[in-house]
T-cell receptor
Framework: DAGVTQSPTHLIKTRGQQVTLRCSPK?????VSWYQQALGQGPQFIFQ???????QRGNFPDRFSGHQFPNYSSELNVNALLLGDSALYLC??????????FGDGTRLSIL | GDSVTQMEGPVTLSEEAFLTINCTYT??????LFWYVQYPGEGLQLLLK?????DKGSNKGFEATYRKETTSFHLEKGSVQVSDSAVYFC???????????FGSGTKLNVKP
């Protein structure tokens, strides 16, 4: 039974570019959340998707946007990349209202 | 707002030593509390959880008790192993587990 899978594993971009990260939830899960984990810090909640709608959002600018597809997979898009966007981006999935299971993350480096 | 505060690391112990990692929280409601572990290059794995006051979560020899009176959820293990070396995160979630607040993490190094 595959867990939460994220792609790509690593990504290098330059300032001003746009990036798309992808997440496939654990089988049976319908809710996807995204977190940003800066080096040496705990994960910070970005937003959560359920039934293809954004249900909750953390304190992140509109440059961060997302999408959930009918098969429950999700994308995180970040526009106009800044150096400070360099981080590990974690996807977590769950059944609605249940504890979250995390993927191994995408390491995004901004040059 | 909701927040979690963990003791700063790194914590360095010898194998078979007793472990305590302190965690306190601030919440507006009645949160569920969690400990997650992160090994190098990996995502977070749920270690244990407690959903109401006085509950004790336990897994793989680790324990933590939800103390509402002291707003704490300290992680303990009686005898650590080298394989326990990792970063440990305390977290809380309000009703519905829809949004998690994490502490900054505590790195544990266990020496043989």
């Amino acid at each position: 039974d595959a867990g939460v899978t994220q792609s790509p594993t690593h990504l290098i971009k330059t300032r001003g570019q746009q990036v798309t990260l992808r997440c496939s939830p654990k089988s049976g899960h319908d809710t996807v959340s995204w977190y940003q984990q800066a080096l040496g810090q705990g994960p910070q909640f970005i937003f959560q998707y359920y039934e293809e709608e954004e249900r909750q959002r953390g304190n992140f600018p509109d440059r961060f946007s997302g999408h959930q597809f009918p098969n429950y997979s999700s994308e995180l898009n970040v526009n106009a990349l800044l150096l400070g966007d360099s981080a590990l981006y974690l996807c977590a999935s769950s059944q609605w209202g249940q504890p979250q299971h995390f993927g191994d993350g995408t390491r995004l480096s901004i040059l | 707002g909701d927040s979690v505060t963990q003791m700063e690391g790194p914590v360095t112990l010898s194998e078979e030593a007793f472990l305590t990692i302190n965690c306190t929280y601030t919440a507006t409601g009645y949160p569920s509390l969690f400990w997650y572990v992160q090994y190098p290059g990996e995502g977070l794995q749920l270690l244990l959880k407690a959903t109401k006051a006085d509950d004790k979560g336990s897994n793989k020899g680790f324990e933590a008790t939800y103390r509402k009176e002291t707003t704490s959820f300290h992680l303990e293990k009686g005898s650590v192993q080298v394989s326990d070396s990792a970063v440990y995160f305390c977290a809380l979630s309000e009703q519905g587990f829809n949004k998690f607040y994490f502490g900054s993490g505590t790195k544990l190094n266990v020496k043989p």
